[in-house]
């Protein structure tokens, strides 16, 4: 069986796809042979790419995304774009405008999001192949976590976004996920750098990633924090981040507490920010440009109001609203503004504590991935506070890395690791220290 079908059997299973290739090209480079899965935000030169909206549908990139690129260059050969929550706009991948994709180890439950095709190929893939993801406050992580997949989410601006369908400009970062992590490091060695198309990519050397994955974890300072295993974390997650962390510390780092007293409020503040930023740049979205036509009828304003009504999903209409509220006169100060100010203090709590520690061990998500049932009974609110422990560090845009450390009711638990800026190097170490043990 080819690829390709094998690609097409595990989207009627899973529904891991919202486009599979026709034909898988590759060509010589460290990726050669590989098959490469891209998030459906980001764009692939003649295949459809909607970031998983209605909005979109139709529309096909003229160019490659600049990590696409970079991939090809390295023989890889691009697989198909998966399944995510509508322009990010979740944690359950529910919020989709074309299916909602299954978890690999029970299928009555969410693979998590927003990238979640890209765990599920990750996870079920019998073939070479690696994912292209992204994140704005979790959607690397989380996934990973639930699929039981290793994630890593670059510095902001270790790799460039250009070709991305932006969510929140100030926070995406594309990342990547492997069965392993050595294949994991193997990918973001490929993705970041430069790139003279995005001006905010940092311009520090690059590193081949796969160098520090080996397996030791000796002098490494530890450092885990208090809050992070609050209230809302279930014990049976607990116990298996503190085995994933004592296998640190057997193998050789050295362990100590540490506090982040603005974790609590990191939440508010990532989605005050998070939806100003969206909502503006979903207003090119009006059915002129990109993806979605309608005939031309009406005023401009009533067009535009009756293709984004038909095009936009229930969560991007929320956060829309929600967005431009928090931006408009009178309630900048008291939100938006109020919101940069605890993102600072946000970022100083990991500054601080990389004084004293080279990497922070927490859970990845609070919960094993819940079911659909369980889901469905959530409201709004209670979707955005699963993102308690994934947001800080994405407002920070410091890097992180999701390992498997156990598993608790039957589906797998994540280790998050954080480090200080572009020093992913200490991630994929002390992960893969986590995973040889086990
Ligand atoms: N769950 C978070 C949100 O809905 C993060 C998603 C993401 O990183 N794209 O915003």
Redesign the pocket.
Known sequence: MTTIEKAHLINEKYKAFNFIAEALEGGEGLLSGVAVSVKDNVCVNGMQSTAGSKILEGYIPPFDATVVAKCRAEGAGILGKTTQ?EF????FNVNTGYGVPLNPHDPERSTG??SGGAAVVTAVADFPHLAIA??????IS?PASFCGVVGITPTYGRTSRWGLID?ANSLDKIGCMGKTVREAALLLTVISGPDKYDSTVLHEPTQDYTSYADGCAEGLKIGVPEEYFGEGVDTGVTEKVWTGIKTLESEGATVTEVSMPFTKHSLSSY?II?MAEASTNLAKLCGLRYGLHMPLEGNFDEYFSEVRTLGFGEEAKRRIILGTFTRMAGYRDAYYLKALKVRTKVIEDFKRAFKHVDVLAAPTMPVVAPKFSEIAELEPIQH?MM?ILTVAP?LAGVPMISVPCGEHLGMPVGLHLMTDHLEEGKLVKAASAVEGAR
């Open positions: 929550d990010g706009f979740g944690t999001g927003s992204e994140s704005t406050g979790g959607s989380c969510y989605y998070a955005y993102d994405n």
